[in-house]
């Protein structure tokens, strides 16, 4: 397992300093995300409040699959593999992007001064960078802060997703194009930890495309044991156009990527050796698309970077 040390020492000072925002464990003690309770962590995951991201419908799902077809095929034919059909990718196909500089553009919203009120530092925003980047090494893809504003609004500081509040605060500060990524820091309703919009929705609804994290699940702050940032990496895995390693549970298509093990529902905390589908091996708890704790979490697969890369050629390069 990765251990993430510094920002491990970080998270914990910062508890040591102000009240812990999630605490309790699955055994039936009370879990809390800022002011809101379950009966334990796996209520919480259960709840859906780990990640609030709109899965896409069967029809979305399909016309998505049809649409990044071509560039999964041209990306396996460069690599000398079959493309998702079984078959070699075919000539004539247009290439895939498969790396670059997304330009990001932070928006913190609070109700007043203060980390208490929502109004993060400058250094918790670099940390929450160096996160995405360490967590995308692997896949050619970095994150390079362009621009930070700060908004007071205590409607806005409080949305939740579909929100009239949260069609406002995007429609007021959403900045770039389809691959730029917005991400908006604000204290959502219902103990939620963050959501993303999905690459394919840019088109119809492109004021609305980036991700909101909780403001406390940054490095450094309070909501442990999701605060060294990887709700953050795990919502940006979305809006590059993965799904949940869950997904589907045992069914065979499930979250569309060869390489990650089938499981029947979201991990949480950081089980090993979980093994829900006993013909997958292994669930994948550390994969960043999990619900498991940001200490469990470290890797994206290869072919989820492919599908990343896709995802991205098809629905958000040069649009």
């Not at 990640?51 to 069967?58: G, H, I, Q």
Request: proline residues 6%; aromatic residues 10%; contains cysteine.
């Amino acid at each position: 397992m990765r251990m993430k040390s510094s920002l491990a020492l970080g998270a914990l000072l910062a508890a040591l300093a102000g009240p812990v925002l999630a605490q309790g464990q699955a055994n039936g003690r009370p879990f809390w995300v800022g002011e809101h309770s379950w009966p334990s962590k796996q209520a919480f995951v259960d709840s859906g409040a780990r990640c609030a991201t709109r899965p896409l419908s069967d029809l979305e799902r399909a016309t998505v699959e049809e649409k990044i077809g071509p560039f999964i095929a041209a990306r396996a034919q460069s690599l000398g593999q079959v493309s998702a059909n079984g078959k070699p990718g075919g000539g004539g196909n247009p290439p895939p992007v498969t790396g670059g500089v997304i330009s990001v553009y932070f928006h913190v919203i609070n109700k007043g001064t203060g980390i208490a009120n929502g109004d993060i530092s400058n250094q918790q925003i670099q940390d929450q960078i160096t996160v995405l980047n360490d967590a995308y090494a692997g896949t050619g893809w970095t994150f390079l802060l362009v621009s930070t504003d700060r908004t007071t609004n205590a409607t806005w500081y409080t949305m939740s997703p579909g929100s009239t509040a949260e069609a406002q605060a995007k429609n007021a500060l959403r900045q770039g194009t389809a691959d730029d990524l917005n991400v908006y820091s604000a204290s959502p309703g219902g103990g939620l930890l963050g959501w993303a919009t999905f690459p394919s929705s840019y088109a119809s609804k492109p004021k609305d495309d980036g991700v909101v994290l909780l403001y406390s699940s940054l490095p450094g702050g309070t909501a442990v044991p999701y605060n060294l940032g990887d709700t953050g990496t795990h919502e940006v895995g979305h809006w590059m156009g993965l799904y949940h390693t869950f997904q589907g549970g045992c069914s065979k298509s499930g979250d569309y990527v060869a390489d990650t093990p089938a499981e029947r529902s979201a991990a949480y905390g950081c089980p090993a050796g979980r093994d829900t589908c006993s013909t997958a091996g292994f669930d994948p708890i550390e994969n960043y698309m999990d619900y498991t704790d940001d200490n469990c979490m470290w890797v994206f697969t290869a072919a989820q970077d492919a599908r990343m890369d896709s995802m991205f050629s098809a629905y958000r390069f040069g649009k």
